[in-house]
C-alpha cells in the first residue's frame, strides 16, 4: 500500500526519444522529490520541490527537465537521454512544512527506465 | 560533506539467524537517521528511524540505536525470516525544516536462506 503512484512502471525509449515519467502523491504532502536508483551506486536526489518551487538542482543534466504544477503531481521530462541514463527514477513526498520530526519521505516503486 | 557508508553486501544468512547490518555516518549538525528497505520490484519503505542521539528505532523486529559517539546507526534483528530478503538503505537526513535532502547509503542486499 502506498500513497505514491508512479507511472509508467517500465519504460524502454532511443536516444532521440522523448518521453515524460509521472509521480502523483495522495498523502496531503507540499514537497516532492525525484531520485535516481543506478546499479551499485547510491540513490542520488536529483530534483526537491515545496509547494511547487524547485529548491534543489542536484547538478542533473538538462535532459532530464522537472516539472511541479501542483503540490500533488510531478513530471520528469526526458530527451535525447544517453543509455547510461537507464536507472530506477523513483519519486518521493514529504510534509514540506512539518519541521525536523514529521518530514518523512514516503517514495513510489519507481519507473524502470532503459535507454538504447 | 555528508555521507553514509554501509556494510558491504550481499550478506546470507539462514532463517533465524541473528542479523546486524553496520552503518556509519558523516554529517555536519545533528541529522536524522534512518532505515529503509526495498523489496524486488518496489520502491523504498521506510522501515525506522531516530531523530536524536541514544534514540532506539525499532520496527518488524528490527532495531537500530542513533550512536552520536562512534557515528553510528546499526540495524539488528533478532531472527531473520524468509520475507526479509530485501536491500537495506541507511540514510542521513540533513535540513532543519520544509524539504529535506536524504543522503543514502549504497545500500546492502540480505538473502535470507531457509
Known amino acids: 500500500e502506498t500513497g505514491v503512484t508512479q507511472t509508467p512502471r517500465h519504460l524502454v525509449m532511443g536516444m532521440t526519444n522523448k518521453k515524460s515519467l509521472k509521480c502523483e502523491q495522495h498523502?496531503?504532502?507540499?514537497?516532492m522529490y525525484w531520485y535516481k536508483q543506478s546499479a551499485k551506486k547510491p540513490l542520488e536526489l536529483m530534483f526537491v520541490y515545496n509547494f511547487k518551487e524547485q529548491t534543489e538542482n542536484n547538478s542533473v543534466p538538462s535532459r532530464f527537465s522537472p516539472e511541479c504544477p501542483n503540490s500533488s503531481h510531478l513530471f520528469l521530462h526526458l530527451h535525447t537521454l544517453q543509455p547510461e541514463d537507464s536507472a530506477l527514477y523513483l519519486c518521493?513526498?514529504?510534509?514540506?512544512?512539518?519541521?525536523?520530526?514529521?518530514?518523512?519521505?514516503?517514495f513510489g516503486p519507481g519507473t524502470r527506465l532503459l535507454v538504447l | 560533506g555528508d555521507s553514509v557508508t554501509q556494510m558491504e553486501g550481499p550478506v546470507t544468512l539462514s532463517e533465524e539467524a541473528f542479523l546486524t547490518i553496520n552503518c556509519t555516518y558523516t554529517?555536519?549538525?545533528?541529522?536524522?537517521l534512518f532505515w529503509y528497505v526495498q523489496y524486488p520490484g518496489e520502491g523504498l519503505q521506510l522501515l525506522l528511524k531516530a531523530t536524536k542521539a541514544d534514540d532506539k528505532g525499532s520496527n518488524k523486529g528490527f532495531e537500530a540505536t542513533y550512536r552520536k559517539e562512534t557515528t553510528s546507526f546499526h540495524l539488528e534483528k533478532g531472527s531473520v525470516q524468509v520475507s526479509d530478503s530485501a536491500v537495506y538503505f541507511c540514510?542521513?537526513?540533513?535540513?532543519?525544516?520544509?524539504?529535506?535532502?536524504?543522503?543514502f547509503g549504497q545500500g546492502t542486499r540480505l538473502t535470507i536462506n531457509p
Open positions: 498523502l496531503g504532502h507540499n514537497a
Open positions: 540514510a542521513l537526513r540533513v535540513g532543519i525544516q520544509g524539504a529535506q535532502k536524504l543522503v
Open positions: 554529517a555536519t549538525g545533528y541529522p536524522s
Open positions: 518521493a513526498s514529504s510534509l514540506g512544512s512539518g519541521g525536523v520530526y514529521k518530514e518523512t519521505q514516503y
